[in-house]
C-alpha cells in the first residue's frame, strides 16, 4: 500500500499541490484525471521520488523507487542507446538478468535502432515495455494511451487487467475516460492542484457526465458553427 499524507509542492511562489491525502492499495487500479496543468505530472513525480515536497509519502516497501516502474509522458533517451540497450539498462537497474529480449518484444519495435529516432508511439511503447520487464510491484503510468495505435492500446489495457490478477498497484492518468472506465477500480479528479472528487466504479458513468458537463458546457454553442 502507498499512502499520501498532505502532500504539497510550489514551484517559487506558485502551489501546484495543495494538501493532497491518498490511499493506494495492492492489487487496485487508480485514475488520475484534471485538464492540463492540474497537478496529475507532478503528483507522480513527487510520489516517485523526482521531486521535492512537504509532506508524506509512505510504503510497505524500504525504497518505494526501488519497486516502482514509472512511465512518463514525455520519456527521456539518451542520443546513442538503441532500443535493445535502453530495456537491459533499465534490468540492470533492478539487477534483474534478461534473455530472448526479442521474443519479448511484443510491440514489434525495432529494437537496435537508436531509441532518439523513434516515433513518439514508440518511444512510448519502448519505455512501457523497460519497465513491465524490471518485475515492478508498483506501476505509474502518465498518459500511456496518448499518442499510441489502437492496437497497441488494446495491448496496455489488457497489460493493466493483467496487473490486476499479479496484485500490483498501479496508477494512471488518461485524458480517455473509456480506457480508465475499462481498467479503474476508483478515479480521483484533481484540479487546481487538489483532489475534489473521489468515484469508485460504480459511479463512473456520473462522472464521465459530469466532467462533459464541466468541460464541454455552452463552448461549442459559443463558436456559432454553421
Known amino acids: 500500500m502507498i499512502k499520501i499524507e498532505k502532500l504539497s509542492?510550489?514551484?517559487g511562489k506558485k502551489q501546484v499541490l495543495k494538501t493532497i491525502d491518498l490511499?493506494?492499495?495492492k492489487g487496485k487500479v487508480y485514475g488520475?484525471?484534471?485538464e492540463n496543468g492540474a497537478g496529475k505530472t507532478t503528483l507522480f513525480r513527487c510520489i516517485s521520488g523526482l521531486e521535492t515536497y512537504s509532506g508524506n509519502v509512505s510504503s510497505g516497501f524500504k525504497k518505494l523507487k526501488n519497486h516502482l516502474g514509472l512511465l512518463l509522458a514525455e520519456p527521456f533517451f539518451f542520443s546513442k542507446i538503441t532500443g535493445k540497450e535502453y530495456?537491459?539498462?533499465?534490468a540492470n537497474t533492478r539487477e534483474i538478468k534478461l534473455s530472448k529480449i526479442e521474443k519479448k518484444n511484443i510491440f514489434d519495435l525495432?529494437?537496435?535502432?537508436?531509441?532518439?529516432?523513434y516515433s513518439t508511439g514508440m518511444k512510448k511503447k519502448l519505455a512501457l515495455t523497460a519497465i513491465l520487464l524490471q518485475e515492478n510491484d508498483v506501476f505509474i503510468l502518465d498518459e500511456p494511451f496518448n499518442g499510441v495505435d489502437i492496437q497497441s492500446n488494446l495491448i496496455i489495457t489488457e497489460i493493466i487487467k493483467r496487473f490486476k490478477e499479479l496484485e500490483k498497484t498501479v496508477i494512471i492518468s488518461s485524458h480517455i475516460f473509456s480506457t480508465l472506465a475499462d481498467?479503474?477500480?476508483?478515479?480521483y479528479l484533481i484540479k487546481n492542484g487538489a483532489i475534489i472528487k473521489k468515484v469508485k466504479q460504480v459511479d463512473f458513468n456520473n462522472l464521465e457526465m459530469e466532467m462533459k458537463e464541466f468541460t464541454v458546457g455552452n463552448r461549442i454553442d459559443r463558436l456559432g458553427l454553421k
Open 183 to 187: 481498467t479503474c477500480d476508483e478515479i
Open 32 to 34: 488520475v484525471v484534471g
Open 9 to 11: 509542492k510550489s514551484y
Open 110 to 117: 525495432p529494437l537496435n535502432q537508436y531509441a532518439s529516432t
Open 23 to 25: 490511499e493506494f492499495k
Open 87 to 90: 530495456i537491459q539498462l533499465l
